[in-house]
């Protein structure tokens, strides 16, 4: 199985569980009262439809150009001109999720952990980037 089916497999678990998101939520709501304060007025159940679309569009930056551009997108928007996250910020959300990814995947192990590490490496690295500008 290549790391796609593994990640795909995995996401798709996650996605089974009622609390996957919001768990995130609270994980990464943990990391830093700024992330809880960012979220205030927000409607969250609208926020996590979104995420779960921006999660595949993040993956997808290995392999599409077109997801490439959409990322970039949203670094700029999330940045020093638009939201005034850091790289580092991108940092802890991706552990806030593979925390969460620990706690709702019942078929969790390395190979998982290492798929979503490997998928998302290029789009984080893109946000990362466009957060420094």
């Not at 802890?92 to 999720?97: I, K, P, Q, S, T």
Request: glycine share 4%; net charge neutral.
């Amino acid at each position: 199985m290549d790391i796609y089916e593994v990640f795909n497999d995995s996401y798709a678990r996650c996605n089974r569980n009622p609390h996957f998101m919001p768990l995130f939520y609270e994980h990464f709501f943990e990391t830093n009262e700024k992330f809880r304060a960012m979220f205030t007025h927000v409607d969250m159940k609208n926020q996590m439809k979104m995420i779960k679309a921006s999660l595949l569009i993040i993956m997808l930056a290995a392999t599409s150009e077109q997801a490439r551009a959409t990322v970039k997108k949203f670094g700029k928007r999330h940045g020093p001109d638009g939201l005034g996250i850091k790289p580092l910020d991108i940092d802890l959300w991706f552990e806030c999720l593979i925390d969460t990814i620990k706690e709702c995947d019942p078929a969790y192990n390395q190979s998982v952990e290492q798929a979503w590490r490997q998928c998302f490496n290029e789009g984080i690295t893109i946000m990362k980037a466009e957060c420094k500008l």
